[in-house]
């Protein structure tokens, strides 16, 4: 059962390490048995681990183990548009989506594993226009809302400040001095605890990782509000 899931296998960031080494398909096509049994097998057994935690956090964000479709990032980049010919991404990632969001710029908790940086949290990231209008509207009317979610010691402690990019000028139609016009200015509003690597490989990490998917929740909460949809199915 997904409860029972001890921690990541050392291979999966020693996979990692080697595809940055080796990121081309013949390299690919020779360790693709490795990479299911190192990277796929027990990602897909940690997100099926955190189907029942999450429910602990919202029961609107999805925890699906499918190894396609699923919660699971695809390791294939999309090289179409970019300069950077490599054909696979050299870290894995997990997108924990709220049920109504069908891509990665749906709110949701996200788990990114490479070679030295393991980190997971929260938020949502690079949303298009009329979303992130939505979302800059509800923290410009509600700023005391929007500080109690993101700006307490604990939240701090854990996770630092918000991340995100953001505008060099006050959007347009903003206040240019509220109070908070620095996170008004951001295209993504996210946070996110690193831990060390090794710590992903012991059967403490999945209790971590509900922490502080648990430590964000007034945060979450607030960003899918602010879309007008459900954080619980019975609210």
Same mark, same amino acid.
């Given at each position: 059962?997904?409860?029972? #899931? @001890? %921690? &990541?296998?050392?291979?999966? #960031?020693? &996979?990692?390490?080697?595809?940055?080494?080796?990121?081309?398909?013949?390299?690919?096509?020779?360790? @693709?048995?490795?990479?299911?049994?190192? =990277? =796929?097998?027990?990602?897909?057994?940690?997100?099926?681990?955190?189907?029942?935690?999450?429910?602990?956090?919202?029961?609107?964000?999805?925890?699906?183990?499918?190894?396609? +479709? +699923?919660?699971? &990032?695809?390791?294939? *980049?999309?090289?179409? &548009?970019?300069?950077?010919?490599?054909?696979?991404?050299?870290? =894995?990632?997990?997108?924990?989506?709220?049920?109504?969001?069908?891509?990665?710029?749906?709110?949701?908790?996200?788990?990114?594993?490479?070679? %030295? !940086?393991? #980190?997971?949290? %929260? +938020?949502?990231?690079? /949303?298009? +226009?009329?979303?992130? *209008? $939505?979302?800059?509207?509800?923290?410009?009317?509600?700023?005391?809302?929007? @500080?109690?979610?993101?700006?307490?010691?604990?939240?701090? @402690?854990?996770? %630092?400040?918000? $991340?995100?990019?953001?505008?060099?000028?006050?959007? $347009?139609?903003?206040?240019?001095?509220?109070?908070?016009?620095?996170?008004?200015?951001?295209?993504?509003?996210?946070?996110?605890?690193?831990? !060390?690597?090794?710590?992903?490989?012991? /059967?403490?990490?999945?209790?971590? =990782?509900?922490?502080?998917?648990?430590?964000?929740?007034?945060?979450?909460?607030?960003?899918?509000?602010?879309?007008?949809?459900? #954080?619980?199915?019975?609210?």
């Amino acid at each position: 059962m997904g409860e029972d #899931f @001890k %921690g &990541f296998p050392p291979d999966l #960031f020693a &996979f990692l390490k080697e595809l940055k080494r080796n990121n081309q398909r013949d390299w690919f096509d020779a360790n @693709k048995a490795r990479y299911k049994q190192s =990277v =796929v097998e027990p990602m897909s057994a940690f997100i099926a681990a955190m189907d029942t935690r999450l429910a602990n956090v919202s029961d609107c964000f999805t925890a699906d183990p499918r190894p396609h +479709g +699923g919660s699971m &990032f695809r390791i294939y *980049r999309d090289t179409r &548009f970019s300069k950077d010919k490599s054909p696979y991404k050299e870290h =894995v990632a997990v997108h924990f989506r709220h049920m109504s969001g069908k891509d990665a710029h749906a709110p949701g908790f996200y788990m990114h594993f490479e070679p %030295g !940086e393991v #980190f997971f949290g %929260g +938020g949502i990231w690079m /949303p298009p +226009g009329p979303v992130l *209008r $939505q979302v800059r509207e509800a923290i410009a009317d509600d700023a005391q809302g929007w @500080k109690s979610a993101t700006r307490g010691a604990a939240f701090r @402690k854990r996770f %630092g400040e918000i $991340q995100g990019e953001s505008l060099k000028r006050p959007p $347009q139609s903003f206040d240019p001095d509220h109070p908070l016009i620095d996170d008004l200015k951001r295209k993504s509003f996210f946070a996110v605890q690193q831990v !060390e690597p090794a710590f992903a490989l012991t /059967p403490r990490f999945t209790a971590e =990782v509900e922490k502080a998917f648990v430590a964000l929740r007034p945060m979450m909460r607030f960003l899918t509000e602010s879309l007008e949809l459900s #954080f619980e199915l019975d609210s």
